[in-house]
């Protein structure tokens, strides 16, 4: 990579902020990597002291029952340059990779896996990429290492599935390893599984999101922690990203779409039970549809009143903690401390608010 070439972008400060912040955060979580974690550290702090820039490595221990927090707390005595975050127990994958992500100072940040099957070479690669003026750079295993049928094709079909679905089309949603431009992460909060659908999140938010090929290698020691079973997990992430991107601030039209046909259904099965009895002289009690449609006719209500209920959650969710709905870009001649439209006094000049800018808090680090 060339520095000189990355100094001049902004998401590489030649020199620390007034605060002494690095300029590049690496977050890797880890379970039961006693094996690898050493060479893992190794490997990656000496692709990282050839960029030339200032960085820490945040190892994040996902609750390891072997060996891995001792080996962790040698190489942090060792560099001051490697920060340890021990979990009180196993979280996830997703949750180890948050607890980085909180703690990381650098205005990027670059995620991996902690087994040793990503290369800490493409690296320098990923924050080239990144200084093209992209906002999150994906990895592509594209010669993967992995058994075929276990792990392979389950991941393509789930790769095809998560991209059709999301809009957002990549070969590898489920590659760890990834850059990202601090922004990027900024307020958002990941659960379950959902760490692989972050390049998802950071495109409905308006993010430039790239992918590009990089190593992947056999797992040397220790064994994979995923099995067939996160196919299932996958698909009900899906289902809740989906929703979350398209109608996490307007329930009412899923809901009350459902409630709506389920309505109009139950007129219809009705006027059809209507024509049986008139016309071939059928009665109600011979037929369910009068059943049916009356049990339509009620679950496309309750769906409508559901949807209301989301709508109130929803402006509570919102209005109680000052969110906005919206995330800006940059403005031009705006004064960030004026009176805003829709937020009420509390912004006004003079006045306290406990969000500057209207915006929710960034997480304390």
Not at 143 to 171: E, T
Not at 177 to 190: F, W
Not at 239 to 260: A, E, H, Q, R, W
């Amino acid at each position: 990579m060339n520095c000189s070439a990355a100094s001049e972008h902004p998401a590489f400060p030649s020199v620390l902020d007034s605060g002494g912040d690095p300029a590049l955060s690496i977050v890797v979580p880890l379970f039961d990597e006693e094996e690898n974690v050493a060479r893992l550290c190794q490997q990656t702090i000496s692709v990282l002291e050839k960029l030339g820039r200032t960085f820490e490595f945040i190892l994040v221990n996902d609750g390891s029952k072997d060996g891995t927090a001792r080996v962790l707390a040698a190489l942090a005595a060792a560099d001051v340059r490697i920060k340890v975050v021990n979990l009180r127990r196993n979280y996830g994958q997703t949750a180890a990779m948050m607890a980085g992500f909180d703690v990381a100072r650098g205005q990027v940040i670059v995620a991996m896996d902690g087994d040793l099957q990503n290369d800490p070479g493409d690296i320098p690669v990923l924050l080239a990429k990144l200084d093209e003026g992209f906002d999150l750079v994906s990895g592509w295993r594209k010669d993967r290492q992995d058994d075929r049928l276990r792990r392979i094709l389950p991941s393509r079909l789930a790769n095809r599935l998560i991209s059709f679905i999301s809009g957002v089309r990549l070969h590898d949603h489920g590659c760890s390893l990834k850059a990202y431009r601090r922004d990027v992460l900024e307020g958002l909060r990941l659960y379950g599984e959902m760490h692989r659908f972050m390049p998802i999140y950071a495109s409905w938010q308006g993010a430039r999101v790239a992918e590009i090929v990089v190593h992947h290698r056999r797992r040397e020691f220790g064994r994979s922690k995923y099995g067939l079973e996160r196919i299932v997990k996958v698909i009900l992430d899906l289902i809740v990203v989906k929703f979350l991107g398209d109608y996490s601030t307007k329930p009412i039209y899923l809901f009350g779409m459902t409630g709506v046909l389920g309505i109009s259904f139950s007129f219809a099965v009705f006027f059809y039970a209507t024509y049986l009895k008139v016309v071939n002289n059928v009665s109600y009690i011979l037929t369910p549809l009068p059943l049916i449609s009356i049990f339509s006719f009620m679950m496309g209500v309750m769906f409508i009143l559901l949807g209301l209920l989301a709508e109130l959650l929803v402006r509570i969710y919102y209005e109680s903690q000052n969110k906005p709905t919206y995330r800006t870009g940059s403005t031009i001649n705006i004064d960030q401390d004026g009176v805003r439209l829709g937020s009420g006094p509390r912004n006004r000049p003079g006045m306290a608010d406990p969000s500057p800018g209207g915006a929710s808090p960034a997480p304390d680090r």
